[in-house]
Every structure is written in structure tokens, then in C-alpha cells.
T-cell receptor, first 112, second 114 residues
């Protein structure tokens, strides 16, 4: 069936470096994508989203890139901080669908 | 903070029992979705309610049911609990109308079934 997956289950970066978290999706009908950050014991926290009619969207210290040709989504975090340590999920939603479909998550560890 | 609250934070039940989990959305958020998150996995969609009616359901059996109330609160009910129902249960609300995509999650209820 259709699914959303992540290339790397864990990622360790030095504080101050940039982080890139990747995500592949298989549903060509997906028209909305969203990144969440989940800290231990907490619910997913919205980071940034993007629609399929866009290639790039920027927020505060974060950028999401969407490549529809290869069905790839990435989250870039600039100047990574210890507070960025968490599990990051990408999720997708198909046109006309009610649900968000999540991948398994990537754990980001920031080394002080 | 998302303004979405859930209760209780933790709950322990035994197999075969029934459980009710509660969620309170932000005022004006007409859509609420419930998700089940097993340990080490991403959230899995259970169902969604819009203006007190279920309008979408994931691959969960009928013993998972829900209610949404006019005061932006909602419930998830699970009957005949099984060991595999142990998980973090999340509710997420969306502002605006049915076609608003962004969902804001609450902190979740950790359910343990013994």
C-alpha cells in the first residue's frame, strides 16, 4: 500500500551545524506534507508544512524542500541546537483524504 | 502550546475492559482526529470527526468508537481491550473548515493494557 518512509532512522549532528532529515513518499496523489517534532513523552509539534504546488518553504531556522519528481521531502534545520534533539516525523495527506499518514520517524541527536 | 489538552495522561487497564479517553480542542476547531502511536512508530490514524459526525476512519475495528461534542471536546472509546491496544493515543484538532489540513496535536494519553 501507499506509505511514507524515512531514509535514516538516526542522525547525530554537532551543535551549530545544519541538519537534513529526509523522507520518501510513494503516494503520487499526496498534495500536502507536514513535518512534526516529537520530544519524549509529548505529542507531535507542528514545525512546517508544504503543499504540492510548491518546491520550497522556509520558516524560522527550518526549510522544507519537496521534489515531486522523485517523491522526496526534506527538512533542513539551520544552526542545530540541543533543544532540537527529538524524533522528527514527516506525514502526507492525499487530496480528498481525511488522514495524515506518518513515517516511522528519525531521531535527531545534537552533540554539544 | 497547541491549546489541545487530553486526559488522563496515563491509564492502566486490564484485558477485556473498556476505556474512555478525552480531548479538548481549541475553540473554533471543528475537526478532531484520533491517532494511535505504538512505541517506536509513527501515529496511525483511527478516525476523524467534523461537527460531531465521523467523516473518515482508518484501519481500526468497530470496538474503537468516538464522540465529538459541541463544546469542542471529544472522546475515544475502546471496548474489549487487548494487549496490543497499549499505546500513546493522540488527538489532533484543525481550525476552520473540513478542508483545513494542518493538525495540531495534544500531549497524548499513555494507555497500558495488562
Amino acid at each position: 500500500g501507499e506509505s511514507v518512509g524515512l531514509h535514516l532512522p538516526t542522525l547525530s549532528v554537532q551543535e551549530g551545524d545544519n541538519s537534513i532529515i529526509n523522507c520518501a513518499y510513494s503516494n503520487s496523489a499526496s498534495d500536502y506534507f507536514i513535518w512534526y517534532k516529537q520530544e519524549s513523552g509529548k505529542g507531535p509539534q507542528f514545525i512546517i508544512d508544504i503543499r504540492s504546488n510548491m518546491d520550497k518553504r522556509q520558516g524560522q531556522r527550518v526549510t522544507v524542500l519537496l521534489n515531486k519528481t522523485v517523491k522526496h521531502l526534506s527538512l533542513q534545520i539551520a544552526a542545530t541546537q540541543p533543544g532540537d534533539s527529538a524524533v522528527y516525523f514527516c506525514a502526507e495527506k492525499g487530496a480528498g483524504s481525511y488522514q495524515l499518514t506518518f513515517g516511522k520517524g528519525t531521531k535527531l541527536s545534537v552533540i554539544p | 502550546e497547541t491549546g489541545v489538552t487530553q486526559s488522563p495522561t496515563h491509564l492502566i487497564k486490564t484485558r477485556g475492559q473498556q476505556v474512555t479517553l478525552r480531548c479538548s480542542s481549541q475553540s473554533g476547531h471543528n475537526t478532531v482526529s484520533w491517532y494511535q502511536q505504538a512505541l517506536g512508530q509513527g501515529p496511525q490514524f483511527i478516525f476523524q470527526y467534523y461537527r460531531e459526525e465521523e467523516n473518515g476512519r482508518g484501519n481500526f475495528p468497530p470496538r474503537f468508537s468516538g464522540l465529538q461534542f459541541p463544546n469542542y471536546s471529544s472522546e475515544l472509546n475502546v471496548n474489549a481491550l487487548e494487549l496490543d491496544d497499549s499505546a500513546l493515543y493522540l488527538c489532533a484538532s484543525s481550525p476552520g473548515d473540513l478542508h483545513t489540513d494542518t493538525q495540531y496535536f495534544g500531549p497524548g494519553t499513555r494507555l497500558t493494557v495488562l
